[in-house]
């Protein structure tokens, strides 16, 4: 994608343009496009606006965002809930699909991340706390 050409220089075109000069003539005499004289003029008219329209940024999450309070409760109301199953909560009370990856990004934003941590690994920790099998042989025949 190019780069966002400056105000500058949007300006200069748009004067040379109420000087007298035609947009195909203004675009020559500044190397741009044409299409791009014409569409800043449109502008300028219409809005008179001269800065550049906002580039990149999140546009999508504010889909979501509307459902932020219902994500939140349902996570406080079961603290190990899955994101698929928020996703089908969403969707069997509102109407709304959501990918668990969205709902994901959504919870990442506000740092509710769910590490796994001691009191989940309490029966893996027993399984390690067992004796190997060799130890148990030889202690039988013993």
């Not at 969403?90 to 109407?95: D, I, M, S, T, V």
């Not at 920790?125 to 039988?140: E, F, L």
């Amino acid at each position: 994608m190019a780069k966002t050409l400056s105000e500058d220089l949007r300006v200069r075109v748009m004067a040379a343009v109420e000087g007298g000069l035609s947009r195909h003539a203004a675009a020559e005499r500044f190397g741009i496009g044409v299409a791009t004289a014409v569409r800043w003029l449109r502008t300028w008219h219409e809005a008179g606006a001269t800065a550049a329209k906002p580039r990149g940024g999140d546009r999508h999450s504010g889909r979501i965002e509307a459902f932020g309070a219902v994500i939140l409760a349902a996570v406080a109301r079961q603290v190990d809930i899955t994101l698929v199953e928020l996703a089908a909560l969403l969707e069997r009370e509102h109407g709304e699909r959501f990918a668990p990856s969205t709902i994901w990004r959504f919870l990442n934003r506000r740092d509710l991340t769910f590490k796994k941590n001691r009191t989940c690994q309490r029966a893996g920790a027993a399984r390690r706390r067992r004796p190997a099998r060799s130890r148990v042989r030889a202690a039988a025949r013993a």
